[in-house]
């Protein structure tokens, strides 16, 4: 499974603007929604329940909040560039500004943890985060994400 795989261009956002951890959330869960079909309150309560069993912001200023939907018929990939570090409850306690947001069926099983795996490889990779960090174009974004 490539990154190309679960993500489209148009789900690659620049300087998203978001006050907090729940905002960001509920924007995230309000743009996968129209690409999904999946109500949107339905998206948001999954990552939120998600969220609960312990935070998706693994350090290094980056975040893999996840869920797992019945009714998607494959897996999806969000991402967003921060315009502005927030606090979002990191291992590290360091502020997030790169966030991969992925979402599942539920019977998706081993890819979904394959995927988790690759964009967890992805984000911990000191070099991608700093480029991806020096652009604000989504196709460039995109293109990083895909290397």
């Known amino acids: ?38 109500n949107e309150r339905t998206i948001f309560d999954a990552l939120l329940e998600r969220e609960n069993l312990g935070t998706t912001g693994f350090g290094g200023g980056t975040a893999l909040p996840h869920a797992r939907l019945e009714n998607l018929d494959k897996i999806y990939g969000f991402f967003a560039k921060l315009e502005t570090p927030m606090s979002y409850d990191s291992v590290d306690n360091r502020p997030v500004d790169l966030v991969f947001m992925l979402l599942s069926p539920d019977s998706s099983g081993a890819d979904h943890l394959t995927a988790l795996a690759q964009i967890s490889r992805l984000l911990k990779n000191e070099n991608t985060c700093e480029k991806l960090r020096s652009t604000n174009n989504p196709e460039e974004l995109y293109a990083l994400l895909n290397n």
Do not use: F
């Open 1 to 38: 499974m490539k990154i190309s795989d679960i993500i489209k261009k148009s789900n690659v956002y620049a300087d998203l603007k978001s006050g907090s951890k729940r905002n960001l959330l509920q924007e995230l869960a309000q743009k996968a929604a129209v690409e999904t079909g999946i």
